[in-house]
């Protein structure tokens, strides 16, 4: 009892150490950054070595994003051997690229020997050809295949994503011999839910989870024991669809198989959660025009990624502005028309980028299909249609009071009430076409939804108050 409560005591003022370098903000207290960099300009390893040595590998990556780009090359410098590459897991790809590019490819080799095979091919896969090859030259023939068979799985696939350390054994083995193995083997990944069962081809035959292991008595063979696993995951599969599996399924692990049903690796759940991030990251900066761009992204870059979409943005504001000059004539004897027409255009852009956004959503997380679309669509023809109605009444009475004339208030009713109508069926129609056409709607739905509700915002109230005038 006394060891334990030394180990807990000891993890205890660990965990407490840990928390002392954040503020309540969550941010890195300015005073840990300040003894970092003081540390780093003194070149001063062993304050170096002391402050970080029993950081976890998030709050290693949190550090090196708040120090500046010299300091980040300078603390991995320092550290040399000791410097945790697991961190660069955590850290923006642009950040990870420039300490990659910045460190020799013997000590890169050396520091991805000490990382599970889906962190190692993490920091590989940013790097040229050439360098990988270097990299994986100077690794242990069977490290180096397994990081090179993973690296040939396409981007964005289970393949790239899984670990190849797992735990497989035959099927005549008993539990016991099977407990022996994983006490005795060294060799064997240092965390695990699930034990593989396979052919003498590597063929995947079932699994067996640790609890049952732990149930089952010594002398009872694997086959009588082991289930089938229901949800192997081919090695091509999509890193988004295997995730989906995860959450259909509740799996902690699950097999990966290449095209021949043999098993090749294991996805496990803290990498389907980093899947589930990067994929709401992407889709949310999709939707903006922003592409993969990151915070540690420099200004060119930065201004590149955004410059296409506000090009095309550009373009379309173009129609909607010939729109309006379609009706220059009106405008010019009704001024008060040009003050209003905004509100008409703006509220249906806010309505249909609601609907656009729960639909993209949902397009994603594959919640929204050919079953359901129908019954989608007209909940939200009956939203635009409600709202239309609400809005048009609050904005005719204060548009009839403001410019003291009905007349003017019930045409930007009428107007309001038929954008939002079509916003309402824009935000949910462009996507569900965009995806029919395989199209990414995440990217393209914003602008085409922009343009139809400025368009016919814009059409309709000034075209009412052109009817209703009789402005020639």
Do not use: C
């Not at 852009?349 to 019954?375: C, E, F, K, P």
């Amino acid at each position: 009892m006394k060891g334990q409560d030394e180990q807990t005591t000891g993890a205890r003022a660990a965990e407490d150490s840990h928390a002392d370098i954040y503020g309540e903000d969550g941010a890195i207290l300015s005073s840990f950054l300040a003894a970092i960099g003081a540390a780093i300009a003194d070149r001063d390893t062993l304050t170096l070595k002391r402050e970080v040595d029993d950081l976890h590998q998030s709050e290693l990556g949190d550090l090196l994003e708040a120090l500046h780009p010299e300091q980040r090359r300078a603390l991995v410098d320092l550290l040399g051997a000791d410097f945790d590459f697991s961190a660069l897991t955590e850290v923006d790809e642009a950040i990870r690229r420039d300490i990659v590019d910045s460190l020799p490819n013997a000590q890169i080799a050396q520091g991805v020997q000490d990382l599970d095979s889906d962190d190692a091919v993490y920091i590989l896969e940013d790097l040229e050809k050439e360098d990988q090859d270097e990299i994986l030259s100077q690794l242990p023939f069977t490290e180096r295949i397994r990081l090179r068979r993973s690296l040939d799985y396409p981007e964005e696939t289970a393949g790239r994503r899984m670990q190849t350390e797992f735990v497989a054994v035959p099927p005549f083995w008993t539990i016991g011999q099977t407990i022996d193995y994983m006490r005795e083997d060294n060799n064997l990944p240092d965390r695990f839910s699930q034990i593989f069962v396979i052919d003498p081809s590597f063929k995947l035959l079932g699994a067996i989870d640790l609890d049952q292991i732990l149930r089952t008595k010594r002398s009872i063979k694997v086959e009588e024991v082991m289930h089938e696993t229901r949800h192997a995951i081919p090695a091509t599969m999509d890193q988004e669809e295997a995730a989906r599996e995860f959450e259909q399924y509740d799996l902690l692990s699950a097999a990966v198989v290449d095209e021949n049903e043999r098993l090749v690796g294991v996805l496990t759940i803290d990498d389907v959660v980093d899947v589930i991030q990067q994929e709401a990251e992407e889709d949310l900066l999709r939707m903006g025009g922003v592409g993969d761009e990151e915070l540690s992204d420099s200004i060119l870059s930065t201004s590149r990624s955004r410059v296409p979409w506000l090009l095309v943005n550009l373009l379309t504001a173009f129609l909607a502005a010939s729109v309006i000059g379609l009706f220059d004539r009106t405008i010019e004897h009704i001024v008060a028309l040009a003050v209003l027409m905004p509100i008409v255009a703006g509220m249906g852009g806010n309505a249909g980028s609601q609907t656009m956004t729960v639909t993209v959503r949902a397009l994603a997380t594959r919640d929204l299909d050919i079953y359901n679309a129908g019954r989608i669509i007209r909940r939200e023809m009956g939203v635009g249609f409600i709202n239309g109605i609400i809005f048009a009444i609050l904005i005719g009475i204060v548009a009839a009071a403001w410019f003291r004339d009905p007349n003017l208030g019930g045409i930007i009713a009428a107007a309001m009430i038929i954008n939002m109508f079509v916003a309402a069926l824009a935000g949910i129609l462009i996507p569900l076409l965009l995806d029919r056409f395989k199209i990414d709607p995440a990217v393209a739905s914003a602008v085409f939804v922009t343009t139809v509700t400025d368009v016919v915002g814009f059409f309709a109230f000034l075209g009412l108050a052109t009817w209703w005038f009789g402005v020639r």
